[in-house]
């Protein structure tokens, strides 16, 4: 919810009167959520590729890393172009 409020008003500074609050809370848990299955999905296959050529702790670090920035522009251009649409 507090991601939510700063994106609406200082991200994209979004007016109040734009489409229905409730419409926007709901596309946007459903861009953070499918964020969230594309992280840990890409986490989880780098990991998996790497984990017989480097070490755990490594193929951890390295899966976290390519999964995070996925979905930061993936979050990014979703609260963009699909919730906080003008």
Do not use: M, P
């Not at 994106?7 to 953070?32: G, H, Q, R």
């Not at 480097?54 to 999964?67: P, R």
């Amino acid at each position: 919810t507090h991601s939510f409020i700063w994106n609406k008003f200082w991200v994209f500074k979004d007016s109040k009167k734009s489409k229905n609050i409730k419409s926007e809370l709901s596309l946007f848990y459903l861009v953070a959520g499918s964020g969230l299955i594309l992280n840990t999905s890409i986490s989880t296959f780098i990991f998996s590729i790497s984990k017989n050529i480097l070490t755990q702790t490594t193929s951890v670090n390295i899966g976290a890393l390519c999964g995070l920035t996925a979905v930061v522009f993936w979050n990014f251009l979703g609260y963009k172009f699909i919730v906080f649409n003008k």
